[in-house]
Structure formats: structure tokens, C-alpha cells
């Protein structure tokens, strides 16, 4: 899956020249619960995309990951763990190219329609949070006016984006209204070292409590049908795959040519 683009957490009444970096309403972070059974609108000239990125097969339960929403100092391991999960082929220079343009993404941030939200969800690994970068900015001859900034290294296991923009839903009514009461997962991605840890289902089932908080109703995603891991994680965790009528014009990620998705959903309990 991929678009819609990564974007931090946003109010319903964001605006584009507002700040993505304000808190979110939920704790800063999530443990993981300790149980058996837990747009890009460009596209570089070349490289190959994988618009489904492997997802760990029969995963195993990791007490270090922690789930919570994404901070300033994940920008550019979000952006790194995005970018070598769908795009693992590109090449100096347009890896790098393809990391900072995340990276700005990120933080610049993206406007969403009133009523509508968006956050960034990050699995941390804690064994990994003691190694940061940490930059002084400032006049150190004044005391007064320093500042520091930390960029994490080495800790972002994996990354999901949900949101209830419905970009990727078809309009209803002659009006061609936004639907709503429907969160969308995007950008799940979980880098390869860190697979086999049941990640990406912790990040789902942290998506599905957001959207539950939002009010929403029901869960979309679209997946690779050649994913078959990706569609069998899906499916395991409840979604059904939706048939498209051949005519429908409903609309999909489009991100590398001749891709083909399968549109899936399920409903989720009222909190």
C-alpha cells in the first residue's frame, strides 16, 4: 500500500500554512499489550517501486516495540523506513533525492479538509532509543538562547499512515460527496531487519483504535495482489477483500504501472 502521503498527526482544522507538530490528543506512547494472539505525487525517472512491501509471515511477539504517533526527531527515519520498504532499488543519487523529499514532506506537513484526520503512527524499537544525534543551536555566548534538537537513529522499526480524507474511496451521491465514518490505512512499511516481530499487525490494530476514537465506522486499505503475505495479514486480521465492478472508476494508488490492487475493508466495533 502507499499513498496517501505521510503526514503527522493534524486537527481536523489544520490548515496548510499550520504546523503538523502540535501534540496529539493520545498519550505519547503506546505499549505494546502483552498477549498470545496480538501520495507520493511524484515518482522518480527510475528505480523500481514495490507498491506492497514484504509483510512478516507468522510473526513473532516483540515486548521492545512500542506503537505511538510520530515526533519531529522520527522525520527522517519515517522518511528513511518509507523509502527503502517501497522503493529498496533506487540508487545514489535518487535515494537520496527520494529521503529528503519525504523529509520535507513531513515536515512542512499537509492541509486536510475540515472534519477530516490524519496522523503518522511509528513502531519504536526501545533498544534503540539511547542512540540519538542530539544538535545545539544557538549563540553559545548567550546563555539564554539554546536549543536543542534530537534526531533518532536507529529506532523506527516500521511506519503506517491512516487518515479519513477518503482520497482513495469512491464518492457517493450525484454530488460526488466525501464519504465518511471511514479511516484509510496507507504506507505500511516495516524495515527488513526488524520483520517477524508481529510489527505491522501491532501497527494495524493501533490504526483501527485511532479510527475508533475518530468515530469511525469501518477500515479501508488497498493492497498489491501480488502481496500474497500482505493480503493473508489482512485477511487474518478481518479484512475482506471488495469487488470492484469492472466499469467502477473507483479510485486507487497509482504509483508504479501495470500495478494491480485489491480494494479491502471491515468494520470495527463502536468503542
Given at each position: 500500500?502507499?499513498?496517501?502521503?505521510?503526514?503527522?498527526?493534524?486537527?481536523?482544522?489544520?490548515?496548510?500554512?499550520?504546523?503538523?507538530?502540535?501534540?496529539?490528543?493520545?498519550?505519547?506512547?503506546?505499549?505494546?499489550?502483552?498477549?498470545?494472539?496480538?501520495?507520493?505525487?511524484?515518482?522518480?525517472?527510475?528505480?523500481?517501486?514495490c507498491a506492497s512491501p514484504a509483510v512478516e509471515l507468522l510473526p513473532s511477539l516483540s515486548p521492545d516495540i512500542l506503537v505511538r504517533d510520530a515526533r519531529l526527531e522520527d522525520c527522517w527515519e519515517v522518511a528513511d523506513t518509507h523509502c527503502s520498504s517501497f522503493f529498496?532499488?533506487?540508487?545514489?543519487?535518487?535515494?537520496?533525492?527520494?529521503?529528503?523529499?519525504?523529509?520535507?514532506?513531513?515536515?512542512?506537513?499537509?492541509?486536510?479538509?475540515?472534519?477530516?484526520?490524519?496522523?503518522?503512527?511509528?513502531?519504536?524499537?526501545?533498544?534503540?532509543?539511547?542512540?540519538?544525534?542530539?544538535?545545539?543551536?544557538?549563540?553559545?555566548?548567550?546563555?539564554?538562547?539554546?536549543?536543542?534538537?534530537?534526531?533518532?537513529?536507529?529506532?523506527?522499526?516500521?511506519?503506517?499512515?491512516?487518515?479519513?480524507?477518503?482520497?482513495?474511496?469512491?464518492?457517493?451521491?450525484?454530488?460526488?460527496?466525501?464519504?465518511?465514518?471511514?479511516?484509510?490505512?496507507?504506507?505500511?512499511?516495516?524495515?527488513?531487519?526488524?520483520?517477524?516481530?508481529?510489527?505491522?499487525?501491532?501497527?494495524?490494530?493501533?490504526?483501527?483504535?485511532?479510527?475508533?476514537?475518530?468515530?469511525c465506522r469501518s477500515m479501508a486499505l488497498h493492497c498489491d495482489v501480488n502481496n500474497i503475505a500482505a493480503l493473508r495479514l489482512y485477511k487474518n486480521l478481518g479484512y475482506k477483500c471488495i469487488r470492484v465492478p469492472e466499469d467502477a472508476k473507483w479510485p486507487e494508488p497509482?504509483?508504479?504501472?501495470?500495478?494491480?490492487?485489491?480494494?479491502?475493508?471491515?468494520?470495527?466495533?463502536?468503542?
Amino acid at each position: 500500500m502507499m499513498p496517501p502521503a505521510i503526514s503527522l498527526a493534524r486537527s481536523p482544522t489544520s490548515s496548510a500554512s499550520a504546523s503538523p507538530l502540535y501534540p496529539v490528543r493520545r498519550s505519547a506512547a503506546v505499549a505494546v499489550r502483552h498477549h498470545r494472539c496480538p501520495s507520493f505525487a511524484a515518482k522518480p525517472a527510475a528505480g523500481v517501486c514495490c507498491a506492497s512491501p514484504a509483510v512478516e509471515l507468522l510473526p513473532s511477539l516483540s515486548p521492545d516495540i512500542l506503537v505511538r504517533d510520530a515526533r519531529l526527531e522520527d522525520c527522517w527515519e519515517v522518511a528513511d523506513t518509507h523509502c527503502s520498504s517501497f522503493f529498496p532499488d533506487y540508487t545514489f543519487p535518487l535515494d537520496l533525492v527520494l529521503r529528503i523529499d519525504r523529509y520535507i514532506a513531513l515536515l512542512s506537513g499537509f492541509s486536510v479538509p475540515p472534519g477530516c484526520m490524519r496522523t503518522c503512527i511509528v513502531a519504536v524499537n526501545s533498544n534503540s532509543l539511547s542512540r540519538s544525534i542530539s544538535i545545539e543551536c544557538g549563540d553559545l555566548r548567550d546563555a539564554d538562547f539554546q536549543e536543542k534538537h534530537g534526531l533518532s537513529k536507529a529506532s523506527i522499526a516500521g511506519i503506517l499512515t491512516v487518515d479519513t480524507v477518503a482520497d482513495y474511496l469512491p464518492r457517493r451521491g450525484p454530488l460526488k460527496q466525501r464519504r465518511t465514518g471511514i479511516a484509510y490505512i496507507a504506507n505500511v512499511a516495516v524495515r527488513k531487519e526488524e520483520r517477524r516481530k508481529g510489527i505491522a499487525k501491532m501497527l494495524v490494530a493501533e490504526a483501527e483504535e485511532r479510527a475508533k476514537s475518530w468515530g469511525c465506522r469501518s477500515m479501508a486499505l488497498h493492497c498489491d495482489v501480488n502481496n500474497i503475505a500482505a493480503l493473508r495479514l489482512y485477511k487474518n486480521l478481518g479484512y475482506k477483500c471488495i469487488r470492484v465492478p469492472e466499469d467502477a472508476k473507483w479510485p486507487e494508488p497509482k504509483i508504479a504501472k501495470g500495478v494491480r490492487y485489491n480494494f479491502m475493508m471491515k468494520l470495527v466495533p463502536k468503542m
